[in-house]
């Protein structure tokens, strides 16, 4: 490429006074990524743990989520093993929910195979041979504050039938 078709495409991209000009697109992309934090993956997503999506992130917007090998998908996963339309991932006040689309190889939770199933923080989810850990912060969060109490509410219950029944005999 010449130094004058450079120039050109890098003029294409600023405007007065070298300001850069973004597409509507580029704008809605980098919106999203900066309320999302952490570079798109503050949120809610889905982190590769199977050799071809390693170490990568897929952030899960929106409330419904395609994943599969085909291009219209809303996660594209390049593998043998995944169906054109493998799975789809929805999300409700409840939390994230997966459905298999009637894939060949399966959906699994935790190396159990589903038809469908609620995903917590922390679950793997295998999709035919790609496997990902859901990490789910505001779940997480909610778990976590539910989980103390939850733990305690036996005890105390006990503690109180314990005290009724002491109250009772003396007197």
């Given amino acids: 490429m010449s130094t004058d078709q450079d120039n050109e495409r890098k ?3 600023q405007g007065p ?8 697109g580029e704008v809605d992309q980098l919106i999203e990524e900066v309320a999302a934090g952490d570079g798109g993956v503050g949120g809610a997503h889905l982190q ?3 050799d071809g999506v390693k170490d990568q ?6 409330e419904r989520i395609v994943i599969g090998r085909g291009d219209g998908c809303d996660i594209v ?12 991932l929805s999300h409700d006040p409840g939390g994230w929910r997966v459905a298999n689309l009637l894939s060949t190889n399966g ?3 935790n190396d159990a195979k589903i038809s469908n ?3 917590h923080h922390g679950d793997r989810i295998r999709f035919g041979r790609v496997e990902f850990k859901l990490h789910d912060p505001d ?5 976590s504050a539910g989980g103390g109490v939850m733990r305690w509410l036996p005890w105390v219950g006990a503690a109180v039938v314990i005290a009724v029944v002491v109250w009772v005999v003396l007197n």
């Fill in 48 to 50: 590769g743990l199977s």
């Fill in 139 to 143: 779940k997480k969060r909610k778990e």
């Fill in 117 to 119: 199933g609620v995903l």
């Fill in 17 to 24: 006074q070298g300001t850069h000009v973004f597409s509507r």
């Fill in 11 to 13: 003029a294409q991209k």
């Fill in 107 to 109: 959906t699994f939770i």
């Fill in 77 to 88: 996963l390049k593998d043998a093993s995944v169906s054109s339309e493998h799975a789809r």
């Fill in 57 to 62: 992130a897929f952030a899960l917007r929106g």
